[in-house]
């Protein structure tokens, strides 16, 4: 109610111009996987494999570099607001969102949206609900939630180093990641702290006409009692050479441990854990509705793992892709790929995954 009264007086003052945007999307894809059912996420519409993804954005400017957005969305992370901020544009090189954000850690983070990447799963660093043997007694996820939603402030802005080169920046200071001995993303969606400690982060990219290298970083204490802290960062590549994209990140986490803990398989000696991921991607465009990608990711675990769980202190997982998109028309595309996943340091069976997806997007 207070916001909607402060909305309606801004507008009343001579010089705004209230001017809406909408978007929005829509996907859903199917995973077959071979041999025994593997522990994955569990699909929102009752049917082992079947996943889908809707989201809906507004963006209000109402004048005078004043601008509102919202985004709500759902899947396997329920009904949520993945974006809920107002923004002051004050100057190129210096500009405000406060709110509800899409914390800027990475490259993949600007295009989590399924509409927006090529294929029908997201790269492994980022993966959530695309984690085979995702629980705690496996990998736990990847090492960014994809999209990474928190509760902030955010200073961004670009400074001109060339006719054809430019540098961009964004500082922020949010709620953080929440866990208990490890992170978890669901919790760390809530929109209490569960801490009285905020995390801080930065992402820096310096982009040229058809290149862009970058890196983030981000730390915080993500525990009840402010004791137990991560620290994580990330590098970034993108080009464009002719019909070809290429993509590449790297990224790791370093998280501690509990030493109160019952239920190591060891003697604990070093009370964290490492985790590093990365993705390398090639995007072929022969035609302008179609575009073949080949894809190599995987994560790796270095550490005591975690009580009760079934990894060794030196465990990974890699994934092959081959994929396909296929744009029917300019808001329908079908995405299709092919999978292999192997495991070491991990009881887990090679596996075998074909994926067939649908995306609207307007």
Same mark, same amino acid.
Not at 183 to 209: E, M, Q
Not at 313 to 338: F, I, N, P, W
């Given at each position: 109610?207070?916001?909607?009264?402060?909305?309606?007086?801004?507008?009343?003052?001579?010089?705004?111009?209230?001017?809406?945007?909408?978007?929005?999307?829509?996907?859903?894809?199917?995973?077959?996987?071979?041999?025994?059912?593997?522990?994955?996420?569990?699909?929102?519409?009752?049917?082992?494999?079947?996943?889908?993804?809707?989201?809906?954005?507004?963006?209000?400017?109402?004048?005078?570099?004043?601008?509102?957005?919202?985004?709500?969305?759902?899947?396997?992370?329920?009904?949520?607001?993945?974006?809920?901020?107002?923004? *002051?544009?004050?100057?190129?090189? /210096?500009?405000? +969102? =406060? $709110? @509800?954000?899409? %914390?800027?850690?990475?490259?993949?983070?600007? &295009?989590?949206?399924?509409?927006?990447?090529?294929?029908?799963?997201?790269?492994?660093?980022?993966?959530?609900?695309?984690?085979?043997?995702?629980?705690?007694?496996?990998?736990?996820?990847?090492?960014?939630?994809?999209?990474?939603?928190?509760?902030?402030?955010?200073?961004?802005?670009?400074?001109?180093?060339?006719?054809?080169?430019?540098?961009?920046?964004?500082?922020?200071?949010?709620?953080?990641?929440?866990?208990?001995?490890?992170?978890?993303?669901?919790?760390?969606?809530?929109?209490?702290?569960?801490?009285?400690?905020?995390?801080?982060?930065?992402?820096?990219?310096?982009?040229?006409?058809?290149?862009?290298?970058?890196?983030?970083?981000?730390?915080?204490?993500?525990?009840?009692?402010?004791?137990?802290?991560? *620290?994580?960062?990330?590098?970034? /590549?993108?080009? +464009? =050479? $002719? @019909?070809?994209? %290429?993509?590449?990140?790297?990224?790791?986490? &370093?998280?501690?441990?509990?030493?109160?803990?019952?239920?190591?398989?060891?003697?604990?000696?070093?009370?964290?854990?490492?985790?590093?991921?990365?993705?390398?991607?090639?995007?072929?465009?022969?035609?302008?509705?179609?575009?073949?990608?080949?894809?190599?990711?995987?994560?790796?675990?270095?550490?005591?793992?975690?009580?009760?769980?079934?990894?060794?202190?030196?465990?990974?997982?890699?994934?092959?892709?081959?994929?396909?998109?296929?744009?029917?028309?300019?808001?329908?595309?079908?995405?299709?790929?092919?999978?292999?996943?192997?495991?070491?340091?991990?009881?887990?069976?090679?596996?075998?995954?074909?994926?067939?997806?649908?995306?609207?997007?307007?």
């Amino acid at each position: 109610m207070r916001a909607t009264l402060l909305l309606t007086l801004l507008l009343s003052f001579p010089g705004y111009a209230f001017d809406a945007i909408l978007s929005g999307s829509a996907s859903v894809d199917y995973r077959f996987i071979s041999g025994l059912n593997p522990q994955q996420n569990p699909s929102p519409l009752g049917i082992a494999g079947l996943t889908f993804e809707v989201a809906q954005k507004v963006v209000a400017e109402v004048g005078h570099g004043v601008s509102f957005t919202v985004k709500a969305c759902g899947g396997c992370h329920g009904l949520e607001v993945d974006q809920g901020f107002g923004e *002051v544009r004050l100057k190129r090189f /210096f500009n405000v +969102r =406060v $709110g @509800r954000l899409n %914390v800027p850690f990475g490259e993949f983070t600007l &295009r989590h949206d399924p509409a927006n990447f090529t294929t029908p799963s997201k790269p492994l660093p980022y993966a959530m609900g695309d984690m085979l043997e995702y629980g705690r007694v496996g990998f736990n996820l990847g090492i960014v939630p994809g999209p990474y939603v928190d509760n902030g402030v955010e200073a961004f802005g670009s400074f001109s180093l060339s006719a054809t080169a430019q540098l961009d920046y964004a500082v922020y200071v949010v709620k953080g990641l929440a866990g208990d001995n490890d992170l978890d993303f669901a919790r760390s969606r809530s929109y209490v702290d569960n801490n009285k400690s905020p995390a801080f982060g930065a992402r820096v990219v310096l982009t040229g006409d058809d290149w862009a290298v970058g890196g983030s970083v981000s730390a915080g204490a993500y525990d009840p009692k402010d004791a137990l802290w991560y *620290v994580m960062g990330g590098l970034e /590549f993108y080009a +464009r =050479v $002719g @019909r070809f994209v %290429v993509r590449a990140e790297v990224l790791a986490r &370093r998280t501690d441990l509990d030493p109160a803990a019952e239920g190591y398989a060891f003697t604990l000696i070093d009370s964290w854990f490492l985790k590093a991921g990365w993705y390398a991607q090639v995007d072929w465009s022969p035609r302008p509705e179609l575009t073949f990608i080949v894809r190599s990711d995987g994560l790796h675990r270095l550490g005591m793992p975690l009580p009760f769980t079934d990894l060794s202190q030196s465990a990974g997982v890699q994934r092959q892709t081959a994929a396909m998109m296929v744009r029917t028309h300019e808001h329908l595309a079908v995405k299709l790929d092919y999978e292999l996943w192997t495991f070491v340091g991990a009881p887990f069976q090679t596996r075998h995954v074909a994926r067939l997806g649908l995306v609207v997007g307007y």
